[in-house]
């Protein structure tokens, strides 16, 4: 798949001595959607600022569709949209009028079809007369995605869109963002929600402090960090742990009917046959046993926890 | 794309649209105000000034009068034009977009001089409702007009792009600009200050704009004409060169 957005040593440092990114190196496929995930203060939107263009980069290249964003900023701007994370509307004007003026902007001609099928595919085509002011805080936020959609970009940067909106927009939205995949647009979102991030992206990056720790194809990232939690439905309920089996990472759940083995699918000996083995001595008997796949949310903490720990040797 | 011609006319139109929803504070309110000069200063004390330099007082105060909303109004529209989006976070997506420091001062402060020559264009015609006008050179007249629009709508431009608040888009004008309008010969010529006075007043830039401007109206002149465009050129190309730097730097409008 060529790449379609290419980010090589990318670094960011504020004027107040900052440093929120440290040689970022991406490459976005075209037609993908990749989600960005980190905690708050990542650095997330620094790096969709810098691409496009609201935040001058320290040092690094980024190139979008093989346009430098520096230096052939024309192009390479007219083939993005943004999605900025804080609601910034023009109070006074139309729906209508705010999207015309955006795909002009950027450089287009007028095509009131296409601003038609945008704000009907974003159900604002019956408030495209009204002010915006007079709108809710999710019908803003439609606004700015219709705005960013108005000049038909093949580049779509969505910072944190779902923070904070109601279940009918994050719906709208995620079938939005599964149609415009379809026709072709490389979509790259950062959001807190981590099934979103799950259901949605092709592939996931995690930023912590201001650097890439991992990007990878979302399943392959769950295969090779996933853990695996093996859950044992015991026939009697224990009331703790037993001694013998105090050095197992275990827990009881379900008031002592369930016990909790946490695994590394990818260690040597996962443990998993010498504990069985271990409760079969101890006259542990249990009905029935399953393993179940760690979640990106888990994968995420441990990685960053990992970080943290790492940092301090 | 070599010239986004789309992304101009789009934040022209977008400023113009502003300025008709608020057509009574942009047109109205100065023309009301101007008309109450020439009722004050025009007709009941203008009527026992006799005449200035040969020329009616009434009508003698009409270019600085002019001049005076025109330096206000130019630098209120400019600056309030790029400080709003800044203001609101709209200006994300002027940053964001594929237009070049050019095309965002032409369409803002494009704007802006559209808007003050309509108002300067306005008050003369009230004016001739009040005084006997006549203007000797309409070319020159226009030019000035059309310079000096230019001029402080970039000074505008600059100042909305450095603001912080609200406040400081108000204070220049209300500190610098009145100030040095009211010191430049709008209601007196130059010559009927006391000796130093006039030596002094020649540091004031606004002195060589009105006495250009009253010259293409009576053919008289605090100045020669040719310093006065000469003035007003150098500053035009000051701001522009302001401009330049603010937009090579990235000063203030990026992270
Ligand atoms: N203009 C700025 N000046 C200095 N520091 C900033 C500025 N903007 C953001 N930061 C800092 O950079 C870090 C990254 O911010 P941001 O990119 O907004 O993170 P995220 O989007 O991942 O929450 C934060 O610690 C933030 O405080
Ligand atoms: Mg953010």
């Not at chain 1, 650097?211 to 960090?225: N, Q, S």
């Not at chain 1, 105090?246 to 008031?255: I, R």
């Not at chain 2, 022209?12 to 608020?22: D, S, V």
Request: hydrophobic share 50%.
């Amino acid at each position: 798949m060529p790449s379609i957005l290419t980010i090589r040593q990318l670094t960011k440092t504020y004027a107040n001595g900052f440093v929120a990114l440290k040689n970022i190196d991406l490459d976005i496929r075209k037609g993908e959607i990749v989600a960005l995930l980190g905690p708050n203060g990542a650095g997330k939107t620094t790096l969709i600022s810098a691409v496009c263009g609201i935040v001058t980069p320290s040092s690094g290249t980024i190139t979008a569709g093989g346009f430098d964003t520096a230096r052939a900023y024309r192009p390479a701007r007219a083939m993005i949209g943004l999605v900025p994370q804080e609601l910034a509307t023009d109070a006074f004007e139309s729906v209508w009028s705010t999207v015309s003026f955006s795909r002009g902007l950027f450089g287009r001609a007028p095509n009131p079809a296409h601003l038609e099928h945008v704000l009907r595919a974003l159900s604002l085509w019956d408030k495209r007369k009204d002010r915006i002011m007079t709108l809710s805080g999710g019908m803003k936020r439609r606004v700015m995605i219709a705005k960013a959609l108005a000049h038909e970009p093949s580049i779509l940067f969505l910072d944190e869109p779902t923070a904070g909106v109601d279940v009918e927009l994050r719906r709208d939205m995620w079938n939005l963002v599964r149609s415009l995949r379809e026709s072709g647009v490389t979509i790259i979102l950062t959001t807190h929600y981590i099934e979103e991030a799950e259901e949605m992206a092709d592939r996931v990056g995690v930023i912590h402090k201001g650097e890439l720790i991992v990007v990878d194809d979302k399943v392959a990232l769950m295969k090779k960090l996933g853990r695996k939690r093996l859950a044992l439905h015991l026939q009697e309920p224990l009331a703790a742990i037993p001694a013998a089996l105090a050095d197992w990472p275990l827990a009881l759940k379900a008031d002592g009917c369930e016990l909790h083995y946490e695994f590394d699918i990818n260690a040597e000996h996962t443990g998993v046959p010498t504990l069985l083995r271990q409760l079969s001595d101890l006259g542990i008997p249990f009905r029935d046993l399953n393993t179940s796949q760690s979640s990106l949310e888990e994968i995420f903490v441990n990685l960053v926890s990992d970080r943290e720990k790492g940092s301090h040797l | 794309m070599s010239f986004n011609g789309h992304g101009v006319w789009s934040i022209y139109r977008f400023e113009m649209a502003r300025a008709l929803r608020t057509l009574v504070q942009s047109l109205v309110t100065p023309v009301l105000t101007t008309s109450l000069y020439f009722v004050v200063f025009g007709s009941a004390i203008g009527g026992r000034m006799g005449e200035v330099e040969g020329v009616n007082y009434g009508a003698f105060i009409v270019p600085g009068l002019i001049m005076l909303s025109l330096f206000t109004e130019s630098l209120f529209n400019a600056s309030f034009g790029i400080y709003f989006p800044k203001f609101t976070g709209t200006i994300y997506e002027l940053l964001s977009a594929p237009v070049s420091a050019f095309e965002t001062v032409l369409g803002y402060v494009g704007a802006a001089v559209t808007k003050s020559v309509v108002l300067g264009l306005l008050i003369l015609a009230t004016a001739s409702l009040f005084v006997p006008l006549h203007i000797q050179h309409p070319l020159v007249m226009i030019a000035f007009l059309l310079l000096t629009a230019t001029t402080f709508s970039l000074f505008g431009f600059i100042i909305g792009v450095c603001a912080n608040s609200f406040e400081q888009i108000q204070v220049i004008p209300m500190l610098v600009v009145t100030p040095l309008t009211f010191l430049g010969g709008a209601f007196y010529s130059i010559d009927m200050l006391p000796g130093v006075w006039k030596t002094i007043a020649l540091f004031n830039p606004v002195v060589y704009l009105i006495s250009g401007f009253r010259w293409s109206f009576y053919g008289t002149a605090d100045v020669a004409v040719g310093i006065s465009l000469t003035a007003i050129s150098g500053c035009f190309l000051v701001c522009l060169a302001i401009i330049w730097w603010i937009f090579a730097t990235g000063y203030r409008l990026k992270k």
